[in-house]
């Protein structure tokens, strides 16, 4: 978010959301075409939590569709997910491969293995 906030006042376009917040808008649309086609012209493209829930054929096809469309035109991506090591570099699926493929030729990894601010400050800590 901080980084979306960054390029904002940069004067960049950003789009900051889920695969999930994607998958009911398109589910939601009468154009799905409208909303591909912003996700792909946005500057940045923040997707937060990739693949953290169960992923269907059908979300697959909008991640690849997404990654893809962004990958083609040379756009920025920003990935957060809980994925590990061994998830990123051995895709269990060949449509997790195959959106992998274009983020391991494109991508810059940051692992980030800290400590939980959320339950560092959360009330059940106490």
């Known amino acids: ?7 904002l006042l940069e004067g960049y376009s950003v789009k900051f959301e889920t695969l999930q917040d994607i998958e009911a808008r398109l589910f939601g649309s009468k154009n799905k075409a409208d909303v591909y086609e912003e996700l792909a012209k946005v500057d940045i493209m923040i997707l937060d ?3 953290s829930d169960r992923m269907s054929d059908y979300t697959y ?3 690849f569709k997404i990654v893809d ?9 920003i990935i957060t997910t ?3 090591d061994e998830e990123t570099g051995n895709p269990k699926t060949r449509q997790a491969e195959r959106i992998m493929s ?3 030729e494109k991508s ?3 692992k980030c293995d800290g400590r ?4 560092d400050n959360s009330a059940w800590n106490r």
């Open 1 to 7: 978010a901080c980084i979306a906030n960054a390029m």
């Open 61 to 63: 096809e909008i991640l």
């Open 116 to 119: 939980d601010r959320r339950k």
């Open 69 to 77: 469309d962004r990958y083609k035109n040379d756009k920025t991506m």
């Open 49 to 51: 939590d990739m693949m």
């Open 82 to 84: 809980n994925m590990t």
């Open 102 to 104: 274009r983020f391991w």
């Open 108 to 110: 810059l990894p940051i």
